[in-house]
Each structure stands twice: as structure tokens, then as C-alpha cells.
């Protein structure tokens, strides 16, 4: 558990994090509706994650070892999320909707980036045009899409696929299934969810942390 703890210290944050993809891709503009519209899947993509209001899925976190780690994802739109990893591993990753937070528990530290500055940040700022940055992938299944989005401009924002199946059940008629996230040292991080439940009642309370830092006294 040591290794994995070591390897998902590195790779958590930029790995979930972009699961924030479906919360900045529901802040699309309307001039990105426009360009996604060229494209029929993508439109078809956008609509889908733009329909979730709330979610909670499960999901199981690889890295480019195999190693696996799995939690609970809780999403409420607008920007909020919280990735909570399975007993015994000490992290915490939250979004108030302005910044992503990764607590540590284990060493007591907290990391916190602007949405702007965070992996992907074209995905996670709802100002940015993340339409014009999609490529639709072909894939071999008419109820399943793809789609690979990467800023030109900014490679250190590494690069995320998303894959979604068709399902009545879901908001829009896709379901988002998992992504792939590769980031600007080519660290590739796959996290894939299950049992997704939406339109549940998530209080704002569960986007609040405990700081684990040492408090000073003056």
C-alpha cells in the first residue's frame, strides 16, 4: 500500500481533477454551442454533461502501473465535486467551483489551485471555449462516444478523453463512463465510474473539508 499511496500522491489531483470536465463543459457559452454544433456527437456530448444537475458515482482510479485505488464521486453543479478515496488511503479532493483542493491527511498538507491553473484548465474554467479544443474519436460502436479535448495553446494542461455510452436513464441520453487523462509529463492516470445515480439531493455541506495543518496560535 506504501508504493500505491507514493503513486497516487503524485497523480491524484491531476488525475480526478479532471473529472471536472463535465462541470466546465455545463458552463459551455453559447458561441462554443455553436462550434460544438458542427459536429453532431460532440454536440450530442456537451448536452449531456451540461444536463447533470447532481451526481454520485463510484469509481476505481489506475495509474500507468496498473495500480488501482477506487472512492466515491459526489458532483453538484455549479464546479463542485469531491473525490472521497476508500478507507485507508489519506486524500481528499474537493472543488468549491472557484479552485480544487487536495488535502493529504497523512503529512498534513493542503494544495490549492485556481480552476485557470489547474490540469485542463480549459475544461475546468467556464470562461474558456472548450468546444473549439474537442476532436470526436472513431470508435467502433454507434452507442458509444469518444472525445479527446486538448488545448494547442496551453500543453501543460496535459490532455483528457471522455467516453460515454448511450443511456436512456442519463441526463441527455449519455452517461459519462470514464476518461483518460495524460498530462504534460505523459503520466497517464484512467479512472472509470460505476453505479452513477443522478438528481439526488447533495448538500452543500459535503464540499467542506477538514484542515489537517497545525494551527497557530498569535
Known amino acids: 500500500m506504501n508504493t500505491i499511496l507514493k ?9 480526478t481533477a479532471l473529472a471536472l ?9 453559447t458561441p462554443a454551442l ?8 460532440i454536440d450530442q456530448a456537451v448536452g449531456a454533461l451540461r ?16 495500480q488501482s485505488i477506487s472512492g466515491t464521486m459526489t458532483l ?3 464546479g463542485r465535486i469531491r473525490f472521497q478515496y476508500q478507507k485507508g488511503v489519506p ?4 472543488s468549491d467551483g472557484s479552485a480544487l483542493t487536495m488535502i493529504d491527511y497523512e503529512v498534513r498538507q493542503v494544495q490549492r489551485w485556481p480552476i485557470r491553473n489547474s490540469p485542463l484548465g480549459a475544461l475546468l474554467d467556464p470562461n474558456k471555449d472548450v468546444a473549439r479544443f474537442a476532436t470526436l474519436n472513431p470508435t467502433s460502436h454507434p452507442d458509444v462516444l469518444s472525445v479527446t479535448v486538448k488545448d494547442p495553446k496551453h500543453p501543460e494542461y496535459g490532455t483528457i478523453t471522455l467516453v460515454m ?14 476518461w483518460i487523462a495524460l498530462d504534460s509529463q505523459a503520466k497517464r492516470t484512467t479512472v472509470r465510474l460505476s453505479n452513477q445515480q443522478y438528481g439526488i439531493a447533495v448538500p452543500d455541506s459535503t464540499f467542506r473539508w477538514n484542515d489537517p495543518r497545525p494551527q497557530v496560535r498569535h
Do not use: E, Y
Open 91 to 94: 486524500f481528499l479532493i474537493v
Open 76 to 78: 453538484k453543479r455549479p
Open 165 to 178: 455510452t448511450r443511456n436512456a436513464g442519463a441526463p441527455g441520453g449519455w452517461q459519462l463512463d470514464s
Open 51 to 66: 444536463a447533470i444537475g447532481t451526481m454520485r458515482a463510484d469509481f476505481v482510479q489506475t495509474d500507468r502501473g496498473g
Open 34 to 41: 455553436a462550434q460544438a454544433a458542427r459536429s453532431p456527437q
Open 7 to 15: 503513486s497516487f500522491r503524485t497523480l491524484a489531483f491531476a488525475g
Open 21 to 29: 470536465s463535465a462541470t466546465g463543459l455545463s458552463a459551455l457559452s
